[in-house]
């Protein structure tokens, strides 16, 4: 077996850019910087000429251009990546991979004790066989050993970049792991709290040359200080997208979803430390942990790990009512119907639609595709469909008909409605977007380049879209997939905000070649439509930015430190 020869964590992972270029980019970054909202008096446009910039210190002259200029906002949602592992050394970033020192990136044992090299990569980093451009890859656990402690670029056995386009083998993303990988900012527990042994230190360092969204962020603003709302996984992460808060299931400990309640060490029911099965691995180079309970309840009901909807497309079926998901299974999770993004929209009159990649397919019963095709398609997730699981857009309302619209399926606006919609120029003020799981870039069923590519395809549709003028566009990420990020995220609430992730601002107000060290999380998303739409706040918002304070930190921003504007 041939023994891995890992890229040492400084190796530059950004294309060769020539010195005018460099130039240029830089000095558009410092324009930025410059002429952030609060102060500059020109600023480089899409031409590359300067603009005078409108002084925005004063909070209403920034609200009164606001409401003058975006009038659409989309939100692309993607899967399970974090910062590194897409945009370590992306140029202009606070605190690059490249400048870490052991201290920042070694990872700890379940002791404590520093790790003396990474285990294997635990069911082998490419588990399922793929062809790739002619090429077919299967990359076991023996194949790739004998790893440091420290970050490594993803690579074949033979020491070839690993393609873009390749499946990986999925990784843990849930609510206790992620806090124990974190540990309290260390970042030092991700080995350790991980099932996939070394894989979660991977990350992809050729990203400059053949990662469509590293052009879109070298064009537009990238935010390096961007959070996840929540610890943990996809589930809860959509949740805190459109609430900023975990479901609650009442009396859960009566409910058939009782053994999902997990078991803690201590008695704190805000603990963080499920509790260990007796055969656990004592150490992580012998295996992923185990625990002596499930984990998608917490001791005091809310719903912190996946659980399905109550409502059709769901986890199961109800006989009598084929509309609704089986009340008796344990994986249902009673209707909600706390307040949402969607209802202080409408609320205030402001149309609005969730779009979801292969609803329709899932609702006919064809959402998981072919049980031969890898990865299948268009491979609907249930649970990454938030506002299924409220009783105010239950099966039968109005809410749910005017705003959970059905995107299609596919890469044409022939197949995909939302696409369809874009080139019409029919998008509502608020738009989210949720890519069929397919195209998602989630770890253990989708790849990154076809995530990639579709992303670079919506995005070329929005900017020729007639609404594209007055649009902002954010692309983000719902969690970090269980990989490995060496920046702290700020000390918050209960819930979070959990590990880094990437975020892009994309419109024709968003500061050119900028990389914005701003602090926010995925409730920054709400905030933003919060100030533009003069909505309610959301009580999860003002819980979170009140923890920060309190925590002697920044309350996350609205994003709109990303944007620019020319003067009236």
């Known amino acids: 077996m041939k023994k891995h020869t890992p890229a040492p964590p400084a190796d530059p992972s950004d294309a060769p850019v020539d010195p005018q270029r460099r130039r240029l980019l830089g000095g558009m970054a410092a324009a930025g910087a410059a002429l952030a909202l609060g102060g500059g008096e020109a600023a480089l446009a899409g031409d590359g000429k300067a603009h005078a910039v409108q002084p925005t210190t004063d909070e209403s002259t920034l609200d009164a251009l606001l409401a003058r200029h975006i009038q659409h906002v989309v939100v692309i949602y993607a899967e399970n990546r974090s910062f590194n592992n897409l945009f370590a050394n992306f140029p202009g970033v606070e605190k690059p991979l490249s400048a870490l020192t052991p201290e920042d990136y070694r990872q700890r044992d379940r002791d404590g004790k520093l790790l003396e090299q990474l285990p294997p990569i635990w069911g082998g980093l490419v588990p399922k066989a793929q062809v790739v451009e002619h090429r077919r890859y299967l990359i076991a656990e023996a194949d790739i050993h004998g790893l440091p402690n420290a970050p490594f670029a993803l690579r074949t056995p033979e020491g070839d970049p690993l393609p873009h386009g390749l499946v990986t083998h999925d990784l843990w993303h849930q609510f206790y792991q992620n806090q124990l990988q974190i540990n309290g900012g260390k970042n030092d527990g991700f080995v350790a709290w991980g099932n996939t042994g070394a894989q979660v230190m991977g990350y992809y360092a050729d990203s400059a040359y053949n990662l469509r969204l590293w052009q879109l962020a070298r064009r537009y603003t990238l935010c390096d200080n961007f959070f996840m709302g929540a610890f943990g996984g996809s589930f809860l992460n959509h949740q805190y997208l459109v609430a900023a808060q975990p479901p609650f299931y009442p009396q859960a400990d009566q409910s058939p979803a009782s053994y999902q309640i997990a078991v803690l060490d201590g008695n704190e029911p805000s603990g963080i430390r499920l509790k260990l099965a007796e055969d656990s691995p004592a150490s992580a180079m012998h295996g992923r942990p185990k625990f002596a309970s499930r984990d998608a309840l917490t001791p005091d009901f809310w719903a912190v790990n996946t659980m399905g909807p109550a409502y059709a497309p769901a986890f199961s079926s109800d006989p009598a009512h084929p ?92 197949s995909n409605r939302f696409l369809a919609d874009v080139e019409a120029g029919k998008l509502p003020p608020v738009s989210f977007y949720k890519p069929q799981g397919d195209l998602n870039m989630h770890a253990g069923y989708s790849d990154v380049a076809a995530g990639d590519r579709h992303i670079a395809r919506v995005v070329d549709a929005l900017q020729r879209s007639p609404q594209w003028p007055d649009m902002l566009v954010l692309i983000t990420f719902d969690e970090n997939g269980g990989w490995w990020d060496h920046v702290a995220p700020p000390k918050g609430d209960r819930w979070g905000p959990g590990s880094r992730i990437p975020a892009l601002v994309v419109s024709p107000f968003a500061k050119r070649g900028h990389v914005d060290h701003s602090i926010y999380d995925t409730g920054s998303i709400a905030r933003f439509l919060t100030r533009r739409f003069g909505l309610e706040k959301l009580p999860g918002l003002a819980m979170r930015e009140q923890a920060m304070r309190e925590a002697g930190g920044p309350a996350p921003g609205d994003l709109t430190a990303a944007l620019q504007f020319e003067h009236a």
């Open 323 to 414: 509309e609704r998901a089986d009340p008796n299974s344990p994986n249902t999770l009673v209707p909600q119907s706390h307040a949402t993004i969607g209802d202080r929209l409408s609320a205030k009159g402001i149309d609005w639609a969730w779009y979801a990649g292969g609803w329709q397919a899932a609702l006919d019963g064809h959402g998981d595709g072919s049980e031969t095709e890898f990865p299948p398609t268009p491979n609907f997730q249930a649970h990454h469909q938030p506002l299924n699981y409220f009783a105010q857009f239950a099966p039968g309302t109005e809410a749910r008909r005017r705003h959970l619209r059905d995107a299609g399926t596919g890469e044409s606006a022939r």
